[in-house]
């Protein structure tokens, strides 16, 4: 799959991992909506969950690097198949653990995976030597997405591990 990036610059470019990605040539940056192509578009503010049913829609997938500080609708308004990624745990270093706060490098590695790009997930993994561990933490779930029929299915597999983090939650 093609990868593209709408790269807002508004976080530290030391450990921005869109920037990684563009250093090994793994994704292409835009830094201005202008040549950004359509194509399914991560966002975190998206009415269906993103599925295998979305691989036929496009070969391009695009992310928006910004700010979880600076994240809203308006960062989003782009044109294309808006969806958003079902629960998954964050392996970088400023978020580890924590449920959804994915860099831009876990969000294109799960979208991958997903859709059935698990090699390219893998090399898109490498180029942070973290990136093996996003893979590992999510092992069951994103095999569980990446095996469902459509958003539907995915939202339902996503309610599974939420009931799950309450119930854990809960027990503490």
């Not at 991560?42 to 695009?62: C, G, I, T």
């Not at 989003?76 to 198949?81: A, E, K, S, V, Y």
């Not at 990446?146 to 309610?159: E, G, L, N």
């Amino acid at each position: 799959m093609e990868l593209h990036v709408r790269y807002v610059g508004d976080d530290d470019p030391a450990k921005c991992t869109a920037r990684r990605l563009a250093q090994f040539d793994l994704v292409t940056l835009h830094r201005r909506d202008r040549n950004l192509p359509h194509g399914i578009l991560l966002d975190p503010f998206a009415d269906r969950a993103l599925s295998p049913a979305d691989r036929d829609a496009s070969d391009l997938l695009v992310a928006v690097d910004c700010s979880w500080r600076h994240a809203d609708e308006a960062q989003f308004r782009r044109p294309g198949i808006h969806r958003a990624l079902p629960f998954l745990v964050a392996a970088n270093p400023v978020n580890y653990g924590r449920p959804f706060a994915l860099t831009t490098l876990e969000a294109l590695v799960a979208a991958l995976w997903i859709l059935g790009e698990p090699e390219q997930a893998r090399t898109v993994a490498a180029a942070e030597n973290w990136g093996e561990t996003f893979l590992t933490l999510n092992e069951e779930p994103l095999a569980r997405y990446a095996a469902a029929a459509d958003s539907t299915a995915v939202v339902a597999i996503q309610d599974d591990y939420l009931a799950d983090e309450e119930k854990s939650s809960s027990e503490l």
